[in-house]
């Protein structure tokens, strides 16, 4: 049997398991798929609405819409690529490497090649189906401006797989060479090199460009150029993004048959080529990787058995005593947090991605500073302050969902661990939301503190934003918390495939819901700002204050207690523990 034969066998299982999950979850839970449907219906409509307008008003800037529209279209594709190989790269080592269906499957009369070619396609579906979810409505608004034809959608559709399957490509590539060639040693020393050299050419492009606003002053011509100075790299012609984008844009102009030509047979060709390359490395290096991996995992457990028998005496002497942090909260309950913070940290998925986000909003929110100087009027400056705490709330939202919702599921096998400890798993879920509110909240209230010393909001103004990112970091992390527990998947450990459930996306809905309620009723307190321009030091005096300021209260609480409750009742029920 030829591979290709094997891994339609893995698809057509697939399929029908995934179609029987799917029937089962309507049947059990129908008015919560309506809701999501519901939901994302509106979401799509919503969002080709603001994509029109947006599009829209770029489009009608006098001598430069054209070019600027179509420089929107080619970051957002480089950027797109960016994240689509972290993620393949990130979720194929989860499921290669870190898998028991994995381990399984090299138990059958497979070949490791239809496995490793399955695997990275499996990995390709989970990470891209929302960046398809998100460009939809993108580009049906863009093909609206520009009054393209019907074959517009069918051309850029074809495109859009075949960039999807070279850029995943890519991403399993580099994943498969590390994995072989490179120790942990070696690859964090490359990534920390590969920062070193990232954070200094961007240090020396902003001593550059603050040189060059200084000598030449910030006249619009000069604006202009600095910001498509800034995203040349997405208009590079190795670029497999710049392919696609250049594709889209050429179907939406007359009389461009050769540009139009060129670039999708660019991507025909280089995925391809792309797949001939994973079918060989999954041939000649999948299997020795897997080898590599597991010794490297064996050769550390070793390290560290015989480094903590070398300190057994010295642990049972102080076993005696309480910890610091024990004595505030429990033996109990510090062993629990301690366990969930080693587990986060040794695996290289969790804290990277973690770090990636928080270090981008790090540096989106030092450059607030330059946007100080330009804004004279302050319904300005609020305006801005409120899209900074929406995007650290979306930002918090997606955190919560990729890393406190699959918590529970991730026990897996082990939750009768837990439930013969002498913790209540009552208490055990409480105290995964009290240390999931704690880290991810300290962590944005710390960009807050940093945007509003950048914005100059003032003492008053930074406090009232960073209790309103306070309120939505227990309210999310509430919601992600009951819902992982209320919509479990213990036969996974692959957290982003538990988070693609449907739980997960119930848990992302209900954020993306619960942050647009929470802003839309925050602007209505301040709405004298944007009315009037003047900024009341009292605004919290008034009946319409203290009533919204009751309505923001009563829903995070709403929020975080809800899903809490239910999960509570769910486990005394048993319904979960009587699954393992």
Same mark, same amino acid.
């Given at each position: ?75 957002? $594709? ?195 080529? #792309? ?83 928080? #270090? ?25 302050? $409120? ?115 449907? #739980? ?25 700002? $944007? ?16 009533? #919204? ?32």
């Amino acid at each position: 049997m030829s591979t290709f034969s094997q891994w339609l066998i893995l698809l057509r299982v697939h399929i029908r398991m995934m179609r029987v999950k799917a029937l089962i979850a309507a049947k059990r839970s129908r008015l919560m798929t309506g809701t999501i449907v519901t939901f994302l219906i509106s979401y799509m409509i919503a969002a080709y609405w603001l994509f029109s307008e947006g599009l829209e008003y770029v489009s009608n800037l006098p001598a430069a819409g054209s070019l600027l529209s179509d420089r929107l279209i080619f970051v957002m $594709f480089f950027c797109f690529m960016m994240m689509l190989i972290f993620s393949v790269g990130v979720t194929s080592y989860i499921s290669l490497y870190r898998n028991r269906d994995t381990r399984w499957l090299l138990t059958l009369p497979v070949s490791h090649q239809a496995i490793f070619l399955w695997k990275v396609f499996e990995s390709a579906m989970v990470s891209s189906w929302g960046l398809i979810f998100i460009l939809t409505p993108l580009l049906a608004a863009f093909a609206k401006i520009r009054e393209v034809s019907p074959d517009f959608f069918i051309k850029t559709a074809f495109v859009l797989v075949l960039f999807l399957i070279l850029v995943s490509s890519i991403g399993a590539a580099l994943l498969i060479i590390a994995t072989r060639w490179f120790s942990a040693r070696k690859l964090l020393l490359g990534l920390a090199l590969v920062a070193l050299i990232s954070f200094g050419s961007a240090l020396k492009q902003g001593i550059e460009d603050e040189k060059a606003a200084k000598d030449s002053g910030l006249s619009a011509a000069l604006t202009f150029q600095r910001v498509l100075h800034h995203t040349n790299a997405s208009v590079n012609r190795g670029m497999p993004s710049a392919w696609l984008s250049s594709s889209v844009i050429d179907w939406t102009r007359p009389y461009r048959h050769f540009g139009s030509a060129m670039y999708p047979t660019l991507l025909l060709s280089n995925a391809l080529m #792309g797949i001939l390359l994973l079918t060989w490395a999954g041939n000649r290096w999948f299997y020795q990787s897997w080898n590599r991996s597991l010794q490297s995992a064996a050769f550390s457990a070793q390290r560290k058995y015989l480094r903590n028998r070398s300190s057994t005496a010295q642990i049972l002497r102080d076993f005696p005593r309480t910890p610091f942090l024990a004595r505030f909260i429990g033996r109990p309950i510090a062993a629990i947090s301690g366990k969930d913070l080693k587990t986060f940290f040794r695996d290289p998925a969790q804290w990277v991605q973690f770090t990636v986000v928080f #270090g981008l909003l790090a540096i989106y929110s030092s450059g607030l500073r330059k946007m100080n100087g330009d804004m004279e009027q302050v319904r300005d400056l609020y305006l801005v302050a $409120f899209l900074n705490l929406a995007v650290c709330a979306l930002a918090l939202s997606t955190l919560t969902t990729r890393f406190v919702f699959p918590q529970f599921s991730l026990e897996g096998r082990r939750l009768w661990i837990l439930a013969m400890s002498p913790l209540k798993m009552q208490s055990i879920i409480l105290q995964k939301f009290i240390s999931s509110t704690l880290a991810s909240g300290a962590l944005v209230m710390v960009i807050l503190v940093i945007s509003g010393y950048n914005l100059q909001l003032g003492v008053r103004d930074s406090l009232f934003f960073i209790a309103a990112v306070a309120l939505l970091a227990i309210g999310l992390n509430g919601l992600a918390v009951g819902l992982g527990v209320l919509f479990p998947n213990l036969e996974e450990s692959n957290a982003a495939k538990i988070v693609s459930g449907f #739980g997960g996306t119930l848990c992302l809905v209900g954020s993306f819901i619960y942050i647009l309620a929470f802003i839309l009723v925050l602007a209505f307190l301040r709405w004298d700002v $944007f009315k009037d321009g003047v900024v009341d030091p009292f605004w919290y005096e008034s009946p319409k204050s203290q009533a #919204g300021i009751a309505i923001i209260l009563g829903l995070t609480i709403l929020v975080t207690v809800l899903p809490l409750f239910f999960s509570r009742k769910k486990l005394k029920r048993l319904e979960i523990l009587s699954i393992i």
